[in-house]
């Protein structure tokens, strides 16, 4: 699922999900752009395709999670390295960057990896956790103890990140090994969706809401309802 908002003239989030891998995995890649209208659309949809095209070159059968991540990391450098040749060219792109938060399946899970500030969760019918950490400003204040988390989703620098491909000539991403057990979710989402929407409603409406296909759709309609600021991006794989 994504969608413009209700502020927003163009949406700079991308996705992509691709299930026909060489080794029947699946690999999701969800990505928030940044740097202006032109910009954000840019380098957002620069990485979900350079992410997708060489992690597809590199999947193996019988790859072992840690090759998963490692091969994830891999393929981030490729995309950065992509949208800063593109930025060097065009004058409207100079400053354009984008998170990335991605999952690769493999048989007992999924393998995440994100730089930035888009997220993953792991959701089961018992509760939701979040797997990945935010690269933000506010991020760092809640590490500090300076701040909740619950503070930190309404603090007016909370969009502020410290990591993020296109600004950063090393693209750094951190990686998560996530074990599934059969019908449990791993949730790709943008700052759009987190921004308005608590965890606890995420876990409702996924887990125990009246349509599982509409799920998401109605998280974005909570998001509506709450003034749908950013784009919402979401995107959903259950084992």
């Known amino acids: 699922m994504t969608d413009v908002g209700l502020v927003r003239k163009d949406n700079q989030d991308a996705f992509a999900v691709d299930t026909e891998t060489p080794t029947g995995q699946t690999i999701c890649v969800v990505c928030d752009g940044m740097g202006g209208t032109a910009g954000g659309q840019i380098a957002s949809r620069i990485a979900v395709t350079i992410f997708v095209q060489e992690l597809k070159k590199l999947l193996q059968p019988g790859m072992a999670p840690e090759q998963l991540r490692e091969a994830s990391s891999y393929v981030v450098s490729l995309a950065n390295r992509a949208i800063r040749q593109e930025a060097e060219q065009a004058e409207e792109c100079r400053n354009m960057g984008t998170t990335l938060v991605s999952a690769v399946s493999y048989e007992q899970g999924a393998v995440i990896c994100n730089v930035g500030d888009s997220r993953a969760y792991h959701i089961t019918k018992d509760g939701i956790t979040r797997v990945t950490k935010d690269h933000s400003l506010v991020e760092n204040m809640v590490d500090r103890g300076d701040i909740t988390a619950e503070e930190a989703r309404r603090h007016p620098n909370r969009n502020?990140?410290?990591?993020a491909l296109g600004p950063d000539v090393v693209a750094e991403c951190d990686g998560y090994i996530c074990p599934l057990q059969k019908g449990e979710?791993?949730?790709?989402c943008t700052d759009g969706?987190?921004?308005?929407?608590?965890?606890?409603?995420?876990?409702?409406?996924?887990v125990h809401g009246d349509d599982q296909d509409t799920c998401l759709q109605r998280l974005l309609e909570i998001s509506k309802s709450r003034g749908a600021a950013d784009n919402v991006t979401a995107v959903l794989m259950q084992k």
């Open 193 to 206: 969706l987190i921004d308005t929407v608590s965890d606890q409603e995420m876990l409702f409406e996924i």
């Open 160 to 163: 502020l990140i410290t990591r």
């Open 185 to 188: 979710y791993i949730l790709l």
